[in-house]
């Protein structure tokens, strides 16, 4: 189980946690970008990119057992700050349409660059499956 770690007075997040404490098995997913899984781009448009690493991100955490529940935090690695927050309020339902209403702790940087030349947002998540219980 979670714990959502939200300090006194504090006003709540949106869309994302402050912090969360968690026990159990750790699940790393490294950098997700917007392509399928033959690592092909099917799209230039931020969105749909994003819906695909998304979608990545879940196929990995499934592949370990895992779901989204388990997100502990999420890292966005994006190369265009004035994309994202334009796209914001189309996000909010891209996210919740793969994710749900699971809202790890979030971090989003704006680089210069990806890898991938193409990719417009690369994702990373941390997750963690609680112990069984014995």
Not at 47 to 70: C, K, M, S
Not at 97 to 122: D, H, I, K, Q, Y
Request: charged share 15%; net charge negative; with cysteine.
């Amino acid at each position: 189980m979670h714990q959502h770690i939200q300090p006194e007075g504090w006003e709540r997040p949106k869309g994302y946690a402050n912090g969360i404490a968690a026990r159990g098995t750790h699940i790393y997913v490294g950098g997700m970008v917007g392509w399928n899984a033959q690592q092909q781009f099917e799209s230039d448009d931020f969105l749909q990119q994003t819906d695909q690493a998304l979608r990545n991100v879940l196929a990995v955490l499934q592949a370990a057992g895992a779901g989204p529940e388990h997100m502990v935090r999420m890292t966005w690695y994006v190369t265009n700050r004035d994309l994202y927050v334009a796209s914001l309020k189309g996000l909010g339902p891209v996210y919740r349409e793969v994710m749900g209403r699971n809202f790890p702790a979030m971090t989003c940087v704006a680089v210069t660059a990806l890898v991938e030349s193409r990719a417009l947002v690369e994702i990373e998540v941390t997750a963690v499956m609680p112990d069984p219980v014995a």
